[in-house]
């Protein structure tokens, strides 16, 4: 009776779900919202850890809270797993680290053997089994092997790892043990004890594995945890400490996984990438068609499109691929989404270009506004003429006054509240709210980590789409007394990387680094080359165009010159540098730039503009030889067909005299029948007067 109970309990396979990263990577988005309960593709980012365990055959799941438990117990009592799996949320006071949360499932005494230590924002189609038979049989041969710790095959710069993951681990070549796990950012090197060679002739230094965030754990990693109350981080004191203590004598093993999934949402920059991945089907058969959600309708067409029941799609929109459209979702006219990930509920007004964002439910995107590389909680209201530059974090309900422009990397939120009562931190709220009113038009924080008394946190590597690392001080410039909204966006207009440039602004005030401009051009030629040869709308794709110019914060002629770029790559057959290009090359490109002429039209109606526009396709012959025998031809069409005056002609010609660039003035000289033409026509006209 009892005896085959306790041993029916003891052979229970149990898993310990971390549902709290103890980080605030996420904020002010978890200042709400528990972070597993965030959408990944719309979906909760715990459902699919619950989906990975539950597949793998575990009956029973302490999921560990120690923030937002009632929100988290809620939503699992009335989400509708499609499992038998035995779920019960406790409630971790006072627990401020992995080791605290653990060291609290201790005192429970429910674990009864071996168990799964997964978080709650992990994603993986692993077989868990095999994972699991692997640990049992090292357990059976030698029961000081107390962990086993899932790795993968993935490189340093892998788009899933974090911005810190610089870990080396150094393992037993022939067993697989792990001996070192060094994640400290400040060592250039890895020590090891000369013992350790001394015990494995042959040893594998790794910088290509990635932790997974899965281990399999003996009850003997608990009463280690009870024994050493000072460690926090599982990775930094924990499996540090175990591996550095060879007295005791305890061994952790690795299983390596290579062609299966497995990812832990750190950041902001994994999620987008993560989110990328479900959506490209990486983690099948973790994908949306199959209703992660109980209930949910997604049907995925081509190009990897995903959408639910209700969507409306007006048919002059371009949706381009790995998108998701929620249920109930209204995409008005000659909208532009590239990769984004929309929830429930979202109308996006006419106009509107998307690219790379993740929009939560309920949002409203008002009409001709522009999101990059983004993310808008839910309930989001952005006004028209908005522009959301890359790597903002929105938080839920807050709303954006028309024509406004939110700089690259803010975080902003309705309300914040910090957990401490301390004077010091008044004048930095203050200054937050003015900030986010001056930016939204709404009451508003521009989150600071000063907020919660964060000095060292690197925020600038929390970003969906990183590019070169800079300083958060560079963003946030510390002026004495901005009073009014004008000073205190006077902070960021006076940055290199903060823009209030409108789209239809010429954008003479600053430029981009080399690579920058690469990545701009190479973007721009890939739009508009996907225009031509789909044969998307046309005013859909200058929408497009023109949202690449401000995301990039590229210079009028560097959009001129990337557009030329695009245009000339497609003439057939190809110019030759140097040579006379042929009558079919000049032939394809007339017919080409006559039906894309919006594209160089939208910007050129001043005549300092159209210079620019001369300028870019001079700047475009000068980065491409191999163009440059279309320069001459390609001034005649824009002159004709009216797009340039002959005043913007000649104060080019003018500016480069002046300036006596040696490229430039070799392209001028490509131009020298044309400007006598022209010049010859103006005196002419004036001896007719």
């Not at 990897?304 to 969507?311: A, D, G, L």
């Not at 497009?544 to 245009?567: M, R, V």
């Not at 440059?628 to 031809?633: C, E, G, T, V, W």
Request: glycine share 6%.
């Amino acid at each position: 009776g009892g005896g085959g109970e306790m041993l029916k309990r003891e052979n229970i396979l149990q898993a310990v779900l971390l549902a709290d990263s103890f980080k605030i990577n996420f904020r002010p988005l978890t200042l709400d919202t528990p972070k597993v309960l965030l959408p990944l593709a719309n979906v909760p980012m715990i459902n699919y850890t619950l989906e990975f365990l539950a597949a793998g055959g575990v009956e029973e799941v302490y999921v560990c809270c120690a923030a937002h438990t009632e929100q988290i117990r809620e939503y699992l009592n009335t989400c509708q797993f499609k499992t038998t799996m035995k779920l019960v949320v406790v409630k971790c006071e006072n627990c401020f680290s992995e080791g605290d949360a653990l060291r609290h499932i201790d005192q429970m005494r429910v674990l009864k053997s071996d168990f799964v230590l997964i978080s709650g924002d992990v994603i993986s189609n692993i077989s868990l089994q095999s994972v699991l038979s692997l640990h049992k049989q090292r357990r059976k041969a030698d029961k000081m092997n107390i962990m086993t710790v899932v790795l993968k095959n993935a490189a340093p710069r892998h788009r899933t790892r974090s911005n810190f993951d610089r870990s080396v681990v150094v393992l037993d070549g022939k067993t697989k043990q792990l001996l070192v796990y060094d994640n400290e950012q400040e060592e250039n090197a890895t020590h090891v004890e000369v013992s350790l060679i001394a015990e494995h002739p042959t040893l594998e230094f790794r910088h290509d594995l990635l932790d997974t965030h899965i281990y399999v754990c003996a009850l003997d990693v608990l009463d280690l945890l009870t024994e050493n109350f000072d460690w926090q981080d599982f990775q930094r004191h924990f499996l540090k400490g175990v591996l550095g203590d060879a007295i005791l004598g305890n061994k952790i093993y690795s299983h390596i996984i290579t062609g299966e999934y497995a990812a832990r949402i750190q950041d902001p920059k994994s999620y987008h990438s993560i989110s990328k991945d479900v959506i490209q089907r990486w983690t099948y058969p973790m994908v949306l068609e199959h209703n992660l959600l109980a209930v949910s309708s997604y049907r995925v067409r081509r190009h990897n499109i995903y959408q639910e029941t209700k969507v409306q799609v007006d048919r002059s929109s371009q949706i381009t691929c790995n998108t998701v459209l929620g249920q109930g979702t209204v995409i008005g006219e000659k909208c532009v989404l590239d990769q984004c990930i929309l929830g429930r509920n979202v109308i996006v007004s006419k106009g509107c270009v998307l690219k790379n964002c993740h929009i939560w439910d309920n949002c409203v995107i008002g009409e001709g506004s522009t999101v990059t590389d983004s993310i808008l909680a839910q309930g989001v209201e952005v006004g028209k003429g908005v522009h959301v530059l890359s790597n903002c974090l929105i938080g839920s309900n807050l709303k954006i006054a028309d024509r406004k422009t939110i700089p690259e990397k803010a975080r902003l939120c309705v309300d914040f509240t910090p957990e401490e009562d301390d004077e010091e931190f008044d004048e930095i709220i203050l200054e937050a709210s003015q900030r986010g009113k001056a930016l939204t038009g709404h009451p508003s924080f521009l989150y600071d980590p000063e907020l919660e008394d964060i000095e060292d946190d690197p925020y600038q590597y929390y970003c969906l789409d990183p590019k070169e690392p800079e300083d958060w001080e560079d963003v946030h410039d510390e002026d004495e007394d901005d009073d009014d909204d004008d000073d205190v966006l006077a902070d960021y207009r006076d940055k290199p990387n903060i823009t209030d440039t409108k789209l239809d602004d010429g954008g003479a005030g600053g430029g981009v680094s080399p690579a920058d401009l690469e990545r701009f051009e190479k973007e721009m030629v890939e739009t508009l080359h996907r225009g031509i040869k789909n044969k998307l709308d046309v005013d859909a794709i200058v929408l497009e165009a023109g949202s690449l110019k401000l995301t990039h914060h590229a210079l009028l002629q560097d959009y001129y010159a990337a557009a030329f770029a695009a245009f000339f790559g497609l003439t057939s057959p190809q110019p030759v540098e140097g040579k006379k290009a042929e009558r079919d090359t000049l032939k394809s490109l007339m017919m080409l730039l006559k039906d894309w002429k919006p594209v160089l039209k939208k910007f050129a109606k001043e005549i300092k503009d159209q210079q620019l526009m001369v300028e870019g396709l001079a700047k475009c012959c000068v980065r491409h030889p191999e163009f440059s025998p279309l320069f001459a031809y390609t001034l005649n069409l824009i002159y004709d067909w009216e797009l340039v005056e002959e005043d913007a002609f000649l104060d080019w010609e003018d500016e480069v005299i002046k300036e006596k660039d040696p490229a430039m003035m070799k392209v001028l000289a490509l131009a020298e029948e044309f400007l006598t033409f022209l010049k010859e026509a103006d005196e002419e006209e004036d001896e007719d007067d």
